[in-house]
């Protein structure tokens, strides 16, 4: 790996396609042990470089807005193009109706509205909330109080209902599935009448399907539970897809030996590689990235705090240990950065967007795509 990494231009996502194609077979085996249809959810990786690969092993996409419907429509040819949205516009709906195969509503009222757009070979579907957290709460728990993400049972009682087929539930995140049988049970429990008049249930995303440890088998049976009732099944992972198959590369641009006046010391490593440029989630969730080769802050010879080079003061990645003593000019990779971070980069301070390049399977580099001045300027007027 060092190899490659020595002549690469930072800072740069590799996606690493062993990894990828891995996920992709455990995802695929699992449409063939089932028999139910695994679709990427575009939110989490959209690098549509890899749509291709990801055709031949998943049955489609699912989409949370127009751009990223449109991008599946035109990059994934000939595969499922799903929807879901809190609220459509009439003109945007206008257009999904085109190109997308189902699209989920957020309430019976919503589809009651746009009923009368969608078409015969359009299945619709309603996202419900079987308010059941199996999470920490928080801003990814959709189950959190007041959700605004899917409907209760309460909200949907006495309401027009014909002409849905398919409900949706999308309660996880990063999660088991453990967390996935008793969120059924919930399902099952509240909204089980709704069962016959369906063709078919999505089981969501946040499962960590390829996360070491897993428990597939489990994952199986959920399936064939909600199968016995004679519905299509639906997963929509993001996370699970792309999960460890991607690094970000930086280079340390200077080394700050920080003494305050209460001779407090700290070393500081300023990269050309930002938190809150391009990994923004560190600061978002908050965590702290792994990076390969170091130890955790404290258990190695040499400490350092790791910061962007932007003028956010909190712009800081974390605190690391390595054995060896770093320099100006070398390089890092910080590890699992294909998702959730390409596609929330920005270009705040006028930093350079990182390249993106992939490690082929045989060892090979190859760099995709270098963005320029113009992608930061374009978007600004
Ligand atoms: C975010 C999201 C997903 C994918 O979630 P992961 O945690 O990346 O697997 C799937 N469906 C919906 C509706 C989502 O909002």
């Known amino acids: 790996m060092n190899k490659w990494l020595k002549s690469l231009k ?7 396609e062993a990894a990828l194609i891995n996920n992709l077979k455990t995802l695929s085996d699992l449409e063939i042990s089932t028999g139910c249809k695994v679709l990427l959810a575009q939110k989490a990786f959209s690098a549509f470089a890899f749509y291709p690969l990801v055709a031949k092993y998943i049955s489609g996409t699912t989409a949370s807005g127009i751009f990223e419907a449109r991008l599946a429509h035109e990059e994934m040819q000939n595969k499922e193009n799903h929807v879901y949205s809190p609220a459509y516009k009439e003109d945007e709906l206008k257009e999904l109706v085109k190109i997308c195969d189902h699209i989920i509503f957020n309430s019976p009222e919503q589809w009651q509205k746009f009923k009368k757009l969608i078409p015969e070979n359009v299945s619709a579907g309603l996202r419900i909330n079987p308010e059941l957290s199996t999470q920490g709460g928080g801003i990814y728990d959709p189950c959190a109080p007041f959700s605004r993400l899917g409907s209760t049972l309460k909200n949907i009682q006495g309401k027009d209902l014909g002409g849905i087929e398919g ?11 453990d967390a996935l049988e008793v969120t059924l049970d919930e399902v099952i429990k509240k909204f089980g009448d709704l069962f016959p008049m369906l063709k078919w249930v999505n089981l969501g995303g946040g499962h960590h399907i390829t996360r070491e ?6 994952l199986e049976k959920c399936i064939e539970r909600v199968m016995k009732y004679g519905l299509d099944v639906y997963i929509e992972p993001g996370e699970a897809v792309a999960l460890n198959a991607g690094w970000l590369a930086a280079s340390v641009l200077d ?5 305050g006046d209460d001779e407090r010391r700290m070393i500081l490593a300023v990269l050309d590689a930002s938190a809150a440029c391009h990994m923004p989630d560190v600061l978002e969730m908050p965590y702290t990235p792994k990076i390969i080769g170091a ?12 910061t962007g080079n932007t003028c956010l003061a909190g712009d800081i990645i974390g605190d690391y240990s390595f054995e060896y003593e770093l320099k100006e000019g070398d390089k890092l990779l910080f590890c699992d950065m294909a998702i ?15 390249s993106i390049a992939v490690l082929r399977e045989n060892g090979e580099l190859e760099t995709i795509k270098h963005f320029g001045y113009s992608d930061f300027k374009n978007r600004l007027s």
Do not use: A, W
């Open 213 to 218: 440890g897993y428990d597939i088998r489990r």
């Open 255 to 259: 080394i700050i030996n920080h003494v």
């Open 340 to 354: 959730y971070s390409m596609v929330k980069n920005n270009t705040f301070n006028g930093i350079p967007l990182p």
């Open 10 to 16: 930072t800072p740069c996502y590799v996606i690493n």
């Open 167 to 177: 409900l949706h539930f999308h309660t996880l995140c990063e999660q088991d599935s």
């Open 295 to 306: 130890k955790e802050k404290g258990e190695g010879k040499f400490n350092y705090r790791f």
